[in-house]
């Protein structure tokens, strides 16, 4: 082989070798959560197919259905949980699944072997955005089980996120990106079409200085603290002259939203309302894991007071809100609701 056809090779990094590269380095790994990384690839494969055909295959608009959120379920949505469910149910990985479309925990069938890990997810975030062909995103969390053997419990599910050994999301957009880490910073893959492979293309993310955007919904300013408006005035510069003004993107998909800041330098934020006095978002499956990488890009996620992931979870959907980004803007936005 040429050298630069050995150069060429080198740079052709699928999620397969990275995953197992950076297993390598840990004499203890025993493959198992090498392989469910694989599974979660795979799923995102397998959904980026149908979002990407959704209005072809005749399956947008919803189910008639409303799930435990008490949202309208998207049939997108069914068939994201489904997939992750048939492709990991089996593989003897986990001990149990929780997803934003179950009111309960997902028991692994009783014909299957428990495993050692619990997976948490958010099918399709965004999914209300499906219709208008915006981007959507499935988020994950992975933990170790507490419970000893058996069947997995809500012991294993309602784990703070600063105990998760792997955090990640997909975003399903003009390409594909599939973004985790497992404790040891940040990757993002690309999602090549023609062969069906993730590809290393933003190795080691690390969110820029100095940030760019501010995200929230400022329709819901009315609803908003005396605080979190003035934080929200300091973002646009107003009143002060010591920084430079952020630029507002706001796309109603946290994780589309999310990853802009990730590559752009940003903030995202939901926070508790009138209307929403505990936030809109979910602590185990949204907020949690997104903190997880934000802190692993050198970021941070709080909940106005708190690092999200020093929460400890009372219940499976419970909400929490959320400022999430650059550590400079969230430590800011604590400062303004602190004082
Ligand atoms: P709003 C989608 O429903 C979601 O959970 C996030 O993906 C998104 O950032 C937020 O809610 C949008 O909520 O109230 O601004 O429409």
């Not at 493959?31 to 959904?47: C, E, H, Q, S, V």
């Not at 955005?129 to 995103?137: F, K, Q, R, T």
């Not at 936030?279 to 934000?294: M, Q, S, V």
Request: with cysteine; net charge negative.
């Amino acid at each position: 082989m040429g050298q630069n056809q050995q150069q060429q090779s080198q740079k052709i990094i699928t999620i397969e070798r990275h995953v197992l590269q950076t297993q390598r380095l840990y004499p203890e790994a025993t493959g198992r959560l090498t392989n469910l990384l694989y599974d979660l690839a795979l799923a995102g494969k397998y959904i980026a197919s149908k979002t990407s055909r959704a209005g072809l295959a005749q399956i947008l608009g919803h189910t008639g259905q409303t799930n435990v959120q008490g949202e309208k379920v998207m049939k997108l949505d069914q068939l994201a949980d489904q997939a992750i469910f048939d492709l990991i149910d089996h593989t003897g990985r986990l001990a149990v699944m929780a997803s934003e479309e179950h009111e309960n925990l997902i028991p692994i069938p009783e014909k299957y072997p428990c495993g050692e890990y619990v997976l948490l997810f958010d099918p399709l975030d965004g999914s209300s955005n499906i219709d208008y062909n915006v981007s959507v995103g499935t988020i994950f969390a992975i933990h170790r089980r507490k419970t000893s053997q058996g069947p997995g419990t809500m012991a294993d599910i309602l784990q703070p996120g600063r105990t998760m050994v792997a955090a990640g999301y997909i975003v399903y957009g003009a390409s594909t990106m599939f973004v985790y880490s497992t404790g040891h910073g940040v990757d993002g893959f690309t999602l090549d079409p023609d062969i069906g492979e993730f590809l290393l293309t933003h190795p080691n993310i690390r969110i820029p200085e100095p940030p760019q955007y501010y995200s929230a919904n400022q329709g819901y300013q009315s609803l908003w603290s005396p605080s979190v408006v003035a934080y929200t005035h300091w973002l646009q510069g107003i009143g002060s002259s010591n920084h430079d003004a952020l630029s507002q993107r706001y796309v109603g998909s946290l994780v589309t939203d999310f990853h802009r800041n990730m590559l752009a330098g940003g903030v995202y934020y939901y926070p508790a309302d009138i209307e929403h006095p505990q936030g809109k978002l979910r602590l185990l499956y949204e907020a949690a894991p997104l903190a997880f990488i934000a802190e692993q890009a050198g970021g941070l996620a709080s909940n106005g007071h708190d690092s999200i992931l020093d929460i400890q979870p009372e219940k499976l959907h419970q909400r929490t809100p959320l400022f999430i980004g650059n550590r400079s803007l969230v430590t800011k936005a604590e400062k303004f609701i602190n004082n």
